[in-house]
């Protein structure tokens, strides 16, 4: 079945730091990639997809490549603030057949940004 | 803007009881929900997902006999938990999405807690 990889734990930095967080997929098909943000209280907001291959999505400064030759959708920011500690996850929908509107997440990773 | 309601946010409720959540989607027609159950551990398990026109399809190791879902129009689902236990503790998300291929929009989940 369709899984997701990403940086495990807790991702530790200070402000203006660069962040990464590894995502890797394995799907059948072509399914769209996307990652979300998690505040403590809330549900998971979207922060962008993207649906291509070499297709990038981006929002309030952060980034990731869609790379279908490397299975990766990398998350990046070249400058964390304190208020982007979250938990941040990959997912992905495969949208064919009866999978139709499934989202596999990966497990999650915890950013801490300190000031 | 999109947006999905989820009620009531927290529940108790004594081990053996049931309770019913909510799922109410505003500014888009949902004509897909999923609903997904959050484990302290803040990974995913799909529960079930409801297209319209269509049998809801539950995962692996949920049913409907024991969490039965209504879908009866483009705005609204339920969820109930029947004969819940400790287990079935967790943050209960709903995500629903106008078309397919599009992202889930996730209410901010209801949290049951088990006596």
Not at chain 1, 30 to 57: C, I
């Amino acid at each position: 079945g369709d899984s997701v990889t990403q940086t495990e734990g807790q991702v530790a930095l200070s402000e203006e730091d660069f962040l990464t967080i590894h995502c890797n997929y394995s799907a059948s098909g072509y399914p769209t990639l996307f990652w979300y943000v998690q505040y403590p209280g809330e549900g998971p907001q979207l922060l962008f997809r993207a649906s291509r291959d070499k297709e990038k999505g981006s929002s309030r400064g952060f980034e990731a490549t869609y790379d279908k030759g490397t299975t990766s959708f990398h998350l990046r920011k070249a400058s964390v603030q304190e208020s982007d500690s979250a938990v941040y996850y990959c997912a992905l929908s495969a949208d064919t057949g009866a999978n139709t509107g499934k989202l596999t997440f990966g497990h999650g990773t915890i950013l801490r940004v300190h000031p | 803007g999109a947006l999905v309601y989820q009620y009531p946010r927290r529940t108790i409720c004594k081990s053996g009881t049931s309770m019913r959540m909510e799922c109410q989607a505003v500014g888009f027609q949902a004509t897909s929900v999923a609903w997904y159950r959050q484990s302290p551990q803040k990974t995913f398990e799909l529960i079930a997902l409801s297209t319209v026109n269509s049998a809801i399809k539950y995962e692996q190791n949920f049913t409907q006999e024991k969490f039965p879902i209504s879908h009866p129009n483009l705005s609204f689902s339920s969820m109930t938990v029947l004969n819940a236990y400790l287990e079935d503790r967790g943050l209960y998300l709903c995500g629903a999405r106008h078309r397919p291929y599009a992202e889930q929009f996730f209410g901010p989940g209801t949290r049951l807690t088990v006596l």
